[in-house]
């Protein structure tokens, strides 16, 4: 039998995920279980020093590691230059990113520039990169996605989480429902354009966001047992992008209309909100059942309009009509784009905007 090499697949998965009350606390014994040693940089925010990252460091410190630390604000390219010169400063063996987002994924482009192993610390279940070989990142003034390394290890105290602001929660939530449409987008580009289809990671997403709607009334603030569930569903997109070599699984038209309201909008909502909006316009387009996407966002508390992301109607409009040249390469049901008659049909029928 021969065997094509080019077909095969690398995938890049956590070692050890852990999801609990308390785990922080585990942080020790997962280094010596994943033989993690030596100066630990951890890569963390103002807020999120004090939530987690001292008692990080802290615990590393009675582990036998020593452990350094850099606060940064920002996910830009100077950001990430930034944490690497500091690895290379305290001559780090393994880097932890503790934080809602931005600081898990520097550290994630940091520690894969430099080759070495890092640790998620979500403090927020607010997108998908807690897990995931993907990162966002800010390059020369745009939004972008980055292929990265996953981590070795993600450790998810559902305590600090269901203390976060709910918001961050819903976002989550939105990142998740997503997957619906970007699954369709995949299945799209695999009819139209030959492209690859994973079913294994299509089924595992789509599972996802399934649990996520159907438990949309159980999902409340504070409550740890939502915390858990909301991590879990992440955690799981983050595998079926690593299965399938892409972001394809859990990023498609909803994402790209994200992406381009980033970049328009004067003041942008959370990723995982502008998500899930999104999501209710797609899978109009695609003549899927928006409805119950739009009713799970507003079970959940999560943003179903634009007065809700506290974005303008015009903004909404503009984002639909760039979105299709965000990611010109990958093909969604958007194709060349809309024109603005469409655009604003699509906005005011799934009541996006007035």
């Not at 931005?102 to 998620?120: G, H, N, Y």
Request: net charge neutral; glycine share 8%.
């Amino acid at each position: 039998m021969t065997i094509n090499k080019n077909s095969a697949k690398w995938m890049q998965l956590p070692r050890d995920v852990l999801v609990g009350h308390g785990v922080l606390e585990e942080i020790g014994d997962v280094c010596r279980d994943l033989k993690m040693k030596g100066n630990a940089l951890i890569v963390t925010g103002s807020t999120t020093k004090n939530i987690a990252g001292k008692r990080v460091s802290n615990l590393l410190e009675s582990a036998g590691c020593s452990a350094e630390t850099v606060l940064t604000c920002k996910a830009t390219t100077e950001d990430v230059e930034k944490v690497v010169e500091k690895a290379l400063e305290v001559k780090a063996n393994f880097l932890l990113g503790v934080g809602s987002g931005r600081s898990i994924d520097l550290a994630k482009l940091a520690s894969t520039r430099l080759e070495l192993p890092f640790i998620s610390v979500p403090t927020a279940a607010s997108h998908d990169g807690i897990a995931s070989s993907r990162a966002s990142i800010v390059d020369n003034g745009r939004s972008t996605s980055a292929e990265a390394q996953a981590p070795i290890a993600v450790i998810a105290d559902t305590e600090i989480i269901s203390a976060a602001p709910f918001r961050f929660l819903a976002a989550g939530c939105g990142d998740i429902i997503s997957n619906y449409t970007a699954v369709l987008d995949w299945e799209l580009a695999s009819r139209l354009r030959n492209e690859y289809f994973g079913a294994y990671a299509a089924a595992l997403s789509r599972m996802a966001a399934r649990v996520i709607i159907e438990c949309a009334d159980s999902i409340k603030p504070e409550h740890e047992t939502s915390a858990r569930l909301v991590v879990k569903a992440l955690v799981s997109n983050g595998v079926a992008m690593s299965i399938a070599g892409s972001s394809r699984p859990a990023s498609g038209s909803e994402h790209m209309f994200s992406h381009a309201l980033d970049k328009i909008a004067p003041k942008p909502a959370l990723h995982g909100e502008q998500c899930g909006v999104g999501t209710i316009m797609m899978m109009y387009l695609h003549g899927g059942n928006w409805q119950e996407i739009r009713e799970a966002l507003k079970k959940i508390g999560a943003p179903v309009n634009a007065e809700e992301l506290g974005i303008e109607d015009k903004y909404i409009i503009e984002a639909l009509l760039h979105a299709h040249s965000i990611r010109p390469e990958r093909y969604t049901i958007l194709g060349s784009g809309l024109n603005p008659s469409a655009a604003e049909k699509v906005a005011r029928i799934t009541k996006v905007i007035n």
